[in-house]
């Protein structure tokens, strides 16, 4: 179970406090600055804040004061302190992924951010942008959310008309415009063997991140569940009970064996 919850927090204009000399404040200085954040000493109208004091007993005193004032503090090389952490960052405006380690190892981080940056196309954000301005389109070719939902996973899968590794959004305007409909509602059955959500196939982790509908069996770990999309309508049933199709796609998890 992971104890953080990832945000995307918008600082663009916004005060934010930074205590501290020397190359750790420079760099999260640039950090801030890069997401139009303001930094200053002065914790009026901040939110938050980053320390990068080396003395120990200056750096908490520093912690214990802003936190006081109601501000999340991050202190440098200090994961005790940290209300929150920075991920390593990788951009293709306006898509960002976040790495983050929970300050365990930022090298770690670092060296999965650089994998990343090889494997992703530059033209990721021009996909992003082309979706966006496609909404109203996407919104009258499938009124029905869930019917949006399904053709959308099924073009952004590997090997669709608009695979992330390989479409630019040029593609998007004529993929809204094809014919043809999105899949019909389904219910697909996967025997869980293990409660390690490791041991799931590729194929059953995609079904997992593409159901509408979640229905399990007692038994079923709770790790395999969270590979589930968070905003799929999850529903317990007893053992062998045959569950009908409904709208969209209907996955039951049952324990194997």
Do not use: Y
Request: proline content about 7%; glycine content about 12%; overall charge negative.
């Amino acid at each position: 179970m992971i104890d953080t919850l990832p945000l995307f927090h918008r600082i663009a204009g916004q005060p934010i406090v930074l205590l501290g000399e020397g190359e750790a404040a420079e760099a999260k200085r640039r950090l801030i600055e890069r997401a139009g954040g303001i930094p200053t000493t002065d914790p009026s109208g901040a939110r938050l804040a980053f320390i990068a004091i080396e003395d120990e007993a200056e750096a908490r005193a520093a912690v214990e004061r802003l936190r006081g004032l109601g501000l999340l503090v991050n202190c440098v090389d200090r994961p005790a302190l940290c209300d929150f952490t920075t991920p390593a960052i990788v951009e293709r405006n306006p898509v960002l992924i976040a790495i983050g380690t929970g300050g365990a190892s930022a090298g770690l981080a670092k060296a999965l951010r650089l994998r990343l940056e090889a494997l992703l196309p530059p033209g990721l954000g021009g996909l992003a942008g082309a979706l966006k301005a496609a909404r109203g389109a996407l919104r009258t070719r499938w009124p029905d959310a869930a019917d949006r939902r399904r053709a959308l996973d099924g073009a952004l899968a590997p090997g669709g008309a608009l695979d992330p590794l390989a479409a630019d959004g040029a593609q998007v305007a004529a993929w809204v415009a094809q014919d043809g409909d999105p899949a019909a509602p389904a219910v697909i059955e996967i025997a869980i063997a293990s409660a390690d959500p490791d041991d799931l196939t590729l194929r059953a982790a995609r079904w997992l991140g593409q159901a509408d509908v979640l229905a399990h069996e007692p038994g079923v770990a709770d790790a395999v569940l969270d590979r589930a999309r968070a905003d799929a309508v999850r529903c317990a049933i007893a053992v062998g009970t045959a569950v009908p199709v409904g709208g969209g796609l209907t996955v039951v998890l049952r324990r194997a064996g």
